[in-house]
């Protein structure tokens, strides 16, 4: 008998305020490390326009374009005064050295020439803006710039 009195033992009340801040706890902790490990996966695109050099002639523009993302992107269009490229449109777009997907950190030059639609070169000192579309569908720009006189 003398044993059992001097038993001492938790009431059910703190046992269980105990258990609830552990669980608590343990769920802000998991609830945290899922978070950082969704934020790795998520990969964002950005483009920032690092340089703009035209020909003497004006007959075509080298833009140089870099990806400042965490995410591959490709390049899908580009608009001048929001007017797409491709045939009919006033100019031809080319990469050089590179594809139109670029990697984290990676920069491409993209040269833009003018065609017999903008009467065999880019007007100078008229201002053009440049915008981005990539195969996801963000736009980055319009960067506008002055062709020089």
Known sequence: MKILKCKK????????IILIAVTVAVSIAVAAWMGALTIGFMGTEQLSFKNF????DLAHVNMTVKNTGTATLTIDTIKINNLLNGTGSGWTVTTSGKTATLAANEEVKIQITASSYLSG??????SY???????????FGPYTISAPS
């Open 129 to 139: 803006a440049f915008l981005v579309v990539t195969s996801k569908n963000n736009p």
């Open 121 to 126: 070169g880019f007007v100078a000192g008229d």
């Open 53 to 56: 050099e035209w020909a003497d």
């Open 9 to 16: 033992a938790l009431s059910p009340v703190v046992a269980s």
